[in-house]
């Protein structure tokens, strides 16, 4: 189903919003839970919360049924017991309403004969009255530019991400987890069971959006799969979308059954349909958030021969073996650059060459610096990946002041075009050292770089936006072979 | 070189240690600040620090020379420059010291000829002299128990690990995480190069070491691959051996070779060596601890099935494509459990199965203590594995308690024997929430639980427990076809 601007305007930018369902007390869900969001988010638009046995709630006025509203709302949030949504819908279309969002779970996710009948009667109702509905089983549009922002984190953040998704649960952490990054959403839309609006009809609206500038996917199911195909040859080429495929295994198809009714369909057809499509194909929440990450941050490199700056012998060896492993380059340096880092690297305790293992890199900023424009020059680098360790007792560094905040201050001024990206690990059991490693991951994040918690999942990410790059150029029209219709 | 019960006693519980080499001020590196942490450790020896130009450093007497000191000291730890090692080895063993520690840099790591020749003037004159040294370029020997901890978490903790690596900084790294989740150490020796006692000498002393129960290795080299392979095969049928091979790839063997002067072999000798040994081959840094966690902690399970107790249906979905793609199984639950699961979970927004999918895990303690109590009856479960959540305001739990020290107790009273372990999920830029993670996995390690901040780390560290105790029970005397001496 094609959704038009004005569609796009309901859902993701509404004037006001009824609220079918809204209890007078709270709970972790329902209409309640969300109408409260909505409140906290500081949405600027008019909320109609509908419920006769309330005045107020949450001290705005309640109206007791749809007729008295003073306006035709621009989206109804149905939140009523399943058997009675298909009514809900009536009344609300006999009021013009015509844009939906179905929180309410109880549908063919259910895999009974109840569910399906139920789920039928509401795909009849809504083609019925000509009305598009997300849902149900679903936590609905996202948008923090309007405030619309009913789960996830609290106000958000706009930026360029455009995230569709069958799990809700998926798309609030992700969404929290981006904010807490500083990496913006522009729109996300959790759509359940999909039984109206899918998933595909966001790409479609979403690769016409000019706000989004990279699209993350969580799919358990397509009902079309030709169609996913040609969308994402089209899209793809010129917004990345980053897609974790839920059910890849017989339990976690077996589970996404029982999650959103999706029939998740063979692996195989799948890998296929993802190696002819242009999509970048992540299986974790954390490779789905380095991949949007890195892809709404990082440009083009012109190859994929990575400088490793850091410091320590034997992490010098790891990320090197791990770049290489993950298909990077390592490449080594021009002559002109180890003339100048032999020049600026002890002999004993450091290795100068690629990976450099200098500790000076955790404290000097202006010796990073100085790395950084060798490395900007020399013609085997294209990207530059730092290391940045959290000053710790273990290391003997409890006294050195961070320097970060000179560092990011330091970078932002230089001309240099080739990226750099940085990593900061803080794993471990001890509070202070995980919070001052988010902090310090945060601060290079705001600052508009891409930063990981390792290099594995750096050096992955990275991986994939070569392979994207690549990919994109020699993208073919069509191939033979697959059937992506039994998808 | 085999290490008698009285080498280990002098390396590792020393009474004397005196250290040559410290200067008057700090720094991060060298005599002074190991000598530093000894103090602050609580070290409860006799300590003696040598400079003809202090008085005392850090409130401790120092002494112009060797020849005043009241005793000969169990051990020697020598920070001097690198030309005036062997003629300070020379000086200590006059005095009767055997038993040496060589911070020192600057040897055959180098690359050079100068170098080399150093190494072999070393090698020559401890040959000479009969005396023990672990080095050069290292930090040598660690062991919390004896508060012999210069380097690491200080104090660090005791406990069941023994770790050996060529790798200072990858030790240090490894004891501070380990000790930040109460998982102890027993001995820890960073080797550097290994010119006199190299990483074997320790391995086969560690393995009749009754207090070690878990080894990891960080390797770059060994000069005698058949004697690793022996080793292994012998030491790792009753403790696990978790190792790091570092220098896989030409780029991490490059850097290698100027780290510790290793000659990293042929990555397929390795593989090939790796198979045949009995040791579990980890990559990085958090794949290390990862094991060692998991081995010290997590008993032999009857089989790989997994119960996966969580909450979100995407995240339910992705948890069981994870588990199943790393090897582990998540078997259909008994008709016994899945009467119970139906009886105690709702229809909608909820998946009973496995995995299990119903919010409620996530704040009922009493509720989660039922779930593990089915899954021990259940025949087709050995593991169970534990979703956690930190409260949060994305999935509108902000004044959700945090329920861990009562899941604790509960969890501790149970007279269950299928293991247990957890996934706590912190991720991202959000301080607090690092924070909060952090603490909750610190609270589950404390009280001897595997606990693992995502769900992939958790499956691949299963999957390595499940391969070593069904190798283990097939691994064969001896195979053909691969020339370990080559390493």
Redesign the interface.
């Known amino acids: 189903m094609r959704l038009s601007p004005e569609d796009m305007q309901k859902f993701f930018n509404p004037q006001s919003i009824a609220f079918i369902g809204v209890s007078r007390s709270g709970g972790?869900?329902g209409g309640m839970?969300f109408f409260s969001?909505y409140i906290e988010a500081g949405y600027a638009g008019r909320l109609y919360p509908i419920n006769p046995k309330a005045d107020r709630i949450l001290g705005i006025k309640a109206w007791p049924d749809l007729a008295g509203l003073p306006e035709k709302p621009d989206l109804a949030m149905i939140a009523v017991a399943?058997a009675q949504v298909p009514e809900v819908i009536v009344a609300c279309a006999r009021k013009g309403i015509h844009h939906f969002h179905l929180l309410?779970?109880?549908f063919d996710e259910?895999g009974n004969a109840a569910g399906e009948a139920l789920k039928q009667r509401l795909v009849s109702v809504c083609r019925a009255h000509n009305v598009l509905l997300i849902g149900p089983?679903c936590m609905g549009p996202y948008r923090p530019a309007a405030r619309l922002t009913a789960?996830?984190?609290?106000p958000g953040r706009p930026g360029p991400l455009g995230i569709i998704?069958?799990?809700?649960?998926?798309?609030?952490?992700l969404?929290?987890?981006a904010a807490?990054?500083?990496l913006g959403v522009e729109k996300a839309v959790s759509v359940g069971n999909g039984s109206v609006l899918d998933a595909l009809d966001f790409l479609e609206a979403f690769g016409q959006d000019p706000a989004i500038k990279v699209i993350g996917m969580?799919l358990?199911s397509v009902a079309d799969g030709r169609r996913l195909l040609d969308l994402s040859r089209r899209i793809g080429q010129d917004k990345p979308i980053i897609l974790?495929k839920?059910?890849?295994?017989?339990?976690?198809a077996?589970?996404?059954a029982?999650?959103?009714g999706a029939m998740a369909g063979s692996r195989a057809i799948w890998e296929a349909m993802i190696r002819q499509a242009n999509m970048i194909h992540v299986?974790?929440?954390?490779e789905w958030?380095d991949a949007l990450m890195t892809f709404a941050r990082v440009a083009q490199p012109a190859s994929d021969g990575v400088f490793i700056i850091g410091?320590?012998?034997?992490?010098?060896?790891?990320y090197?073996?791990?770049?290489?492993?993950e298909g990077l380059q390592?490449p080594a340096l021009s002559p002109q650059s180890m003339d100048e880092l032999l020049r600026i690297t002890p002999?004993?305790?450091s290795?100068a060459?690629?990976?450099l293992?200098h500790?000076q890199v955790f404290s000097d900023t202006a010796y990073l610096a100085r790395l950084v424009d060798m490395a900007e020059q020399d013609p085997a680098v294209s990207i530059i990946l730092v290391d940045r360790l959290i000053a710790?007792?273990?290391?003997?560094?409890q006294d050195?002041p961070d320097p970060t905040p000179e560092t990011i201050a330091l970078l932002k001024q230089r001309k240099g075009v080739k990226p750099i990206v940085f990593v900061v690990?803080?794993?471990?059991?001890?509070?202070?050292?995980?919070?001052?490693?988010?902090?310090m991951?945060?601060a290079f994040?705001e600052a508009g770089y891409a930063v990981f918690?390792?290099?594995?999942r750096a050096a992955a990410a990275l991986r994939r936006l070569g392979r994207y790059y690549g990919k994109r150029s020699r993208m073919p029209a069509s191939q033979p072979g697959i059937h992506p219709e039994r998808l």
């Open positions: 972790r869900f839970s969001k399943a309410t779970a109880g259910l089983n789960w996830g984190a609290i998704s069958q799990s809700g649960g998926m798309t609030q952490r969404t929290e987890y807490s990054l500083g969580y358990e974790i839920g059910g890849e295994t017989e339990v976690g077996r589970t996404a029982s999650h959103t299986r974790t929440m954390d958030l410091g320590g012998g034997g992490s010098s060896v790891i090197g073996d791990t770049c290489v492993r390592v002999a004993a305790g290795i060459g690629n990976p293992d500790w710790r007792n273990a290391f003997h560094m050195t690990d803080s794993e471990g059991g001890d509070p202070e050292l995980a919070a001052q490693g988010a902090a991951r945060a994040s918690p390792g290099i594995a």
